[in-house]
């Protein structure tokens, strides 16, 4: 194209200061496939004859039975020794086909099938999907609502961040911590079963608002959670800061540079790890996370230890935000936590069960749907895995055309290769934990 | 934050459609090229989302020029099917500045039979699984692309099955 000759063309320049001239050439970052795995073993064994031993690599099949790989994510690994050649991720054991699902369901009726796609954030997935379509129907959401969804995300981060850390610090070798984690993470469950009046699947932030009012008293128990959480977050680095193991298990592993994590589309807190200073919230805010003082954790470590400060600096921040959103939350006790607009959210039992009116709209909305008006839109908020983003397609009618899930893991993932070629393959372990992937929200 | 020009004059509506609306919305010397030139289809600004259709023979060149211009990150890459119209596929490419703070859809539509265009991984490697997957899941094929198999179907599978054509419950 000739527009594009004109340009000066190697400076390949990121906002981050980071050039990729002097790195790996943008080809060369392309992962290889399973098959290119294979071939290339079979292509370093030396002909059958003087030595059979030497020059051989072998090729290792970690997964997708691997409890270190967290879920079914099935790597083939091509092995020199214990260095490692090359590596491929192979996935979708876990394909359920949600986006083809979602295209036979009304709009309202996708939200629980987003709860199962990040299963330890479920309702960033709710978040991110209600946002998108809120904004092709051009909802207005009542400030009350805005301000339980933002402490709830918050409190997803946590609950997620507790699972990374209790399954990675278990796959170093470090078990307690994980029983640590876990006592934590069931208050919180606790926490999301009262609210919703399920553990995980939660299915609370809705379109136009959130699901049901917060029982009396909730307020009280995150207020518990969270007084007594920074202390257990001591607690975790009490048993790992200082431990030679977790250290050395750590520190220079599963480097990944700015330039690196941006060329392959790493977000969240493994881009964060490597510098740069990116984050959704503070950055292209939603849910009204500009009211909140916050500080984005970076790290200029670029390996898993460095991904390992962040997690727990964030999980401290998380808590701030929480305690934020419970003050503004008592002024502005009474408001409605749903916008005003009856032909779309349901009417509550008692107006559905006395009025005429809201009988008929709950009637239509759960036979009909509601129909969104056409065009397309796209979500984007900051989970706990990453930048996650929802592209719903309206074509005018109550079911979406099509719903496009973009999650941090999937492309987290294909940083992988960069980060463990010519390393160990007991680095491989870690650095699986450190880019903390959730396989439902990999393979959909 | 609100702009102040455009607080000062509210009488003027914005071109939500078309070149106009592509050269008020886009910043960066290597894109207003871009709109300019014989690539450019078509461009839309809704729910304060800029989305610029190009010919699928330039998308390489074109994610190129908005590279340049400080969209640096790549963020996802899927497909529409609007069976049964023609250009069937509607490829959406959805790209990120960092600096600006903005994003922009970047639409190449096309055709059902035999749809193909050519691989960005080499201006982007993390296009690598995303593409993949519309491949997989809608049968587009990608010029240039490494090794394009499938990625959430087993190899052996038959059919696309994010096509509209593609019964939900699948073939039985």
């Not at chain 1, 507790?162 to 919180?188: K, N, P, S």
Request: hydrophobic share 40%.
């Amino acid at each position: 194209m000739a527009f594009i000759d004109e340009l000066d063309k190697p400076k390949t320049r990121d906002t981050t200061g980071a050039t990729l001239a002097g790195f790996r050439n943008a080809e060369d970052m392309v992962i290889p496939g399973v098959e290119d795995v294979i071939a290339s073993s079979t292509g370093h064994h030396a002909p059958h004859g003087t030595d059979p031993v030497s020059n051989q690599t072998m090729i290792l099949n970690m997964g997708p039975q691997h409890p270190s790989t967290h879920g079914v994510l099935r790597l083939v690994i091509e092995l020199d020794g214990e260095t490692i050649v090359s590596l491929a991720p192979d996935i979708g054991y876990l394909h359920t086909g949600i986006e083809k699902t979602c295209e036979a369901k009304f709009y309202q009726q996708v939200i629980p099938l987003t709860d199962r796609i990040d299963y330890l954030a479920p309702m960033a997935n709710n978040l991110a999907y209600a946002l998108a379509v809120e904004k092709l129907l051009g909802l207005e959401i009542p400030e009350r609502a805005q301000v339980i969804r933002v402490m709830f995300m918050e409190l997803m981060r946590i609950n997620s961040h507790l699972v990374w850390l209790g399954t990675h610090a278990m796959d170093i070798g470090a078990l307690t911590v994980f029983l640590y984690c876990f006592r934590e993470r069931e208050q919180l469950l606790r926490i999301f079963e009262a609210v919703s009046g399920q553990r995980m699947m939660t299915s609370y932030i809705r379109i136009g608002g959130l699901a049901l009012e917060m029982p009396p008293g909730l307020t009280d128990s995150i207020k518990t959670f969270l007084d007594d959480f920074p202390s257990k977050i001591a607690e975790y680095e009490g048993l790992l800061n200082n431990n030679p193991i977790w250290k050395s298990r750590l520190q220079g592993v599963g480097y990944l540079t700015a330039a690196e994590a941006i060329s392959l589309g790493v977000t969240g807190p493994p881009l964060r790890a490597s510098g740069v200073d990116f984050d959704l919230r503070r950055d292209m805010p939603y849910s009204g996370y500009e009211n909140y003082q916050f500080k984005v954790c970076v790290s200029d470590g670029c390996d898993v230890w460095a991904r390992y400060i962040v997690r727990m600096d964030e999980m401290r921040e998380s808590v701030s935000i929480c305690h934020q959103a419970l003050t503004k939350l008592a002024a502005l006790e009474g408001q409605r936590i749903v916008a005003d607009a009856p032909k779309i959210i349901l009417p509550d039992r008692e107006q559905m069960k006395t009025q005429m009116e809201s009988l008929i709209h709950h009637f239509k909305i759960v036979t009909e749907g509601f129909a969104v008006p056409a065009g397309e839109a796209t979500s984007s908020i900051e989970a706990p895995h990453g930048m996650m983003n929802y592209y719903v397609v309206s074509d005018g009618t109550a079911k979406p055309y099509r719903v496009h899930m973009r999650n941090a893991d999937f492309a987290n993932l294909q940083a992988l290769e960069t980060m463990c070629k010519g390393k160990l393959i007991a680095d491989v372990v870690a650095v699986i934990g450190s880019i903390d992937i959730v396989l439902g929200a990999i393979d959909r | 934050m609100p702009d102040p020009q455009t607080e000062a004059q509210p009488e003027a509506p914005e071109p939500t459609t078309g070149k106009q609306a592509a050269l008020a919305h886009y910043i960066g010397a290597a894109g207003t090229k871009l709109i300019e030139s014989e690539c450019f289809i078509d461009a839309k600004w809704a729910l304060n989302e800029l989305t610029i259709e190009v010919i699928p023979e330039a998308i390489v060149a074109v994610c190129e020029a908005v590279k340049h211009d400080g969209y640096n990150f790549f963020e996802d890459l899927t497909a529409v099917d609007w069976y049964p119209t023609e250009p069937r596929f509607r490829l959406a490419y959805s790209i990120l500045s960092m600096g600006l703070k903005k994003r922009i859809r970047l639409v190449a539509r096309v055709s059902g039979d035999s749809p193909k265009l050519d691989s960005i991984t080499g201006v982007w490697p993390a296009a690598n699984f995303y593409e993949r997957e519309v491949f997989d899941l809608f049968g587009v094929h990608f010029a240039g692309h490494p090794r394009l198999t499938r990625i959430m179907m087993p190899d052996n599978w038959e059919g696309h099955p994010l096509r509209k054509d593609y019964p939900v419950e699948g073939y039985r």
